[in-house]
């Protein structure tokens, strides 16, 4: 009922988070209007695979965060932005530094202008997991310290700390939401979880390829990241704080990789690719969040297990597969 007519903009609408809150907004009576990056091939991401029921009652806008006159624009009139337009691909950010400089923190600090001049009733920043870098202790509260171990983590310490000096500087009602690393349909092969499901039930993988299979991670269900978003956009919080928001349970790779070969069926052998290998002092070792902060006040709980989870991703993939509608590995390098 909070969000029932309330008027609502996702930036990063076309990703794979931002589809499933817009998804789950218009689906809780929002009038969102959905901001996707521009591009020449007339696409809105995975907006386009929405059910048409949820598109007709998007107002879909086509765009760039980096450009301050749209931002000012389309966040008149809005009572609440989800921001969660970045770029985000971690290997990508080490050749194109300055790009993720722009686009993460100019960007932010675009909505953040908008939303200030618009007198906005809240902003809901999207922070990440990695900007705690390799866990110096566990479970990670929102007090561990900062630590830029990628330019693109680096690059979202700072759209932070823009967020947290803009509430504190000109009042702006901004949340930072900083969820663990999610998984679920919908998200592209730049990730663990899909490059091992997609190479386990792809038959022109005669192997599964990855990287080092010893990092810890928290896996939260995209459904249930997306439930956290629609929590901090409504809820009693304080404007300038992050609040972290994941499973609080922790799997290797080398697990998430075994338990998706016994739901797969798979048997193909795995190999490790040393091109897949992060740099040696930037790979993130552990992650694992302690929600305390948000659990108290607001509730909210990621409510699904991996394994129910890993079997719903493993089943959009299948059907991805089947329908042809997948780059194979010869085509499509991670």
Not at 246 to 274: C, F, H, M, W, Y
Request: charged fraction near 25%.
């Amino acid at each position: 009922m909070a969000y029932t007519g309330k008027k609502v903009l996702v930036t990063g609408a076309d990703g794979f988070i931002g589809s499933h809150l817009t998804e789950a907004l218009v689906r809780n009576g929002a009038d969102v209007t959905a901001l996707a990056l521009y591009n020449s091939f007339d696409s809105h991401g995975w907006l386009d695979d929405l059910p048409e029921s949820v598109r007709n009652q998007l107002k879909l806008v086509r765009g760039d965060v980096r450009d301050s006159a749209l931002l000012n624009r389309i966040t008149r009139g809005q009572a609440i932005v989800f921001h969660l337009a970045a770029l985000i691909a971690i290997p990508y950010s080490y050749a194109a530094a300055q790009s993720y400089v722009e686009t993460n923190i100019l960007g932010t600090v675009n909505v953040l202008e908008a939303a200030r001049h618009w007198e906005t009733e809240r902003v809901v920043q999207t922070s990440t997991s990695e900007v705690y870098g390799t866990a110096l202790t566990m479970p990670i509260s929102e007090t561990h310290p900062l630590q830029g171990q990628s330019p693109y983590s680096a690059s979202k310490i700072g759209a932070d700390m823009m967020a947290e000096a803009y509430a504190r500087s000109f009042d702006v009602p901004v949340v930072i939401m900083r969820p663990f690393n999610t998984y679920g349909p919908r998200q592209s092969e730049r990730a663990i979880v899909p490059t091992i499901i997609r190479q386990a039930l792809d038959p022109d993988c005669p192997a599964i390829m990855v990287g080092d299979t010893s990092p810890i991670r928290d896996l939260t269900f995209v459904e249930d990241t997306a439930s956290a978003f629609l929590t901090a956009g409504t809820a009693e919080l304080e404007f300038g704080r992050p609040y972290n928001a994941g499973s609080q349970r922790a799997s290797t790779i080398s697990e998430v990789l075994d338990l998706v070969l016994e739901l797969s069926g798979s048997k193909k052998p795995v190999r490790r690719d040393e091109s897949r290998l992060r740099p040696q002092n930037s790979e993130v070792r552990a992650l694992l969040a302690d929600c305390t902060r948000f659990a108290g006040e607001t509730g909210w709980r990621a409510q699904t297990s991996l394994r129910d989870g890993l079997e719903l991703t493993i089943d959009w993939w299948r059907a991805r597969l089947n329908e042809g509608r997948v780059r194979r590995e010869k085509d499509y390098m991670i």
